[in-house]
């Protein structure tokens, strides 16, 4: 295909996730075998622009049938994409997500090809906004077994995240003694979080700052207490 003026951009398809910052989506697109063929025939090629933007582009008529579909692989190498990303199937008003998960497969992207499409004269940009998980945020802190400590309490620094009171337990399947603290509300995983946790000890004579806890526990570490729902992270003093 040559670049002497007669060719443009006919679909510009960016994939955003509430997970990431504007760079990165998670994921690679690829046409499936049936849109490749349609590709070819038509004189179209697809070609990846940055982490998140992929084009379609072709000369200044598309010559693809109307009332067909565009079908794109959906396919991610993060360890951690599953953990991080709600799975429910999405839509938008001109593309659909239908569930796949095999063949290293996540989902199968579907775009309809229409006469508004294919007789549009300038680039039209195709969205998929793709959600983060919500899930509780919980703290397990051991406490020392040289120091007797006063009452414990996590706060959010700007107050934008509140814990239920500490329960004492024991960690399953052992006699470790540890207090569970856990958000009140679920929170949409971030890869850069916005939250500044610390641990305080209430004293007689004062408040103690203990620590500061990490931003956010791993998307991938499982609460052992409500592992579905709540992500955590093991704090020994």
């Known amino acids: 295909m040559s670049w002497q003026g007669t060719y443009r951009i006919w679909l510009k398809l960016v994939v955003l996730h509430e ?25 179209l090629l697809f070609k990846q622009h940055d982490a998140r933007t992929w084009f379609v582009i072709g000369e200044e008529q598309i010559l693809l049938n109307e009332a067909s579909k565009l079908n794109f692989y959906f396919k991610t190498k993060q360890s951690e994409f599953y953990y991080y990303t709600d799975q429910a199937a999405a839509s938008g008003t001109d593309w659909s997500l239908i569930n796949y998960n095999k063949n290293g497969i996540w989902k199968i992207l579907t775009i309809p090809v229409n006469d508004q499409r294919l007789n549009a004269t300038e680039t039209e940009t195709v969205e998929i906004q793709l959600k983060s998980q919500l899930k509780h945020v919980e703290f397990l802190v051991f406490p020392s077994q040289n120091y007797v400590m006063g009452p414990l309490e996590i706060r959010e620094q700007r107050e934008k995240v509140v814990f239920k009171e500490a329960e004492e337990l024991k960690l399953p399947g052992t006699e470790k003694v540890l207090y569970r603290f856990v958000s009140s509300e679920t929170l949409p995983l971030k890869q850069k979080s916005e939250y500044q946790f610390h641990l305080w000890e209430l004293r007689k004579s004062g408040e103690n700052l203990l620590s500061r806890l990490p931003d956010f526990p791993r998307v991938n570490v499982l609460s052992p207490f409500s592992p579905k729902d709540t992500i955590t992270s093991y704090i020994y003093l």
Do not use: I, N, V, W
């Open 19 to 43: 997970y990431f910052d504007a760079e990165q989506c998670g994921l690679s697109l690829e046409p499936d075998d049936h849109t490749k063929m349609r590709f070819q025939k038509a004189g």
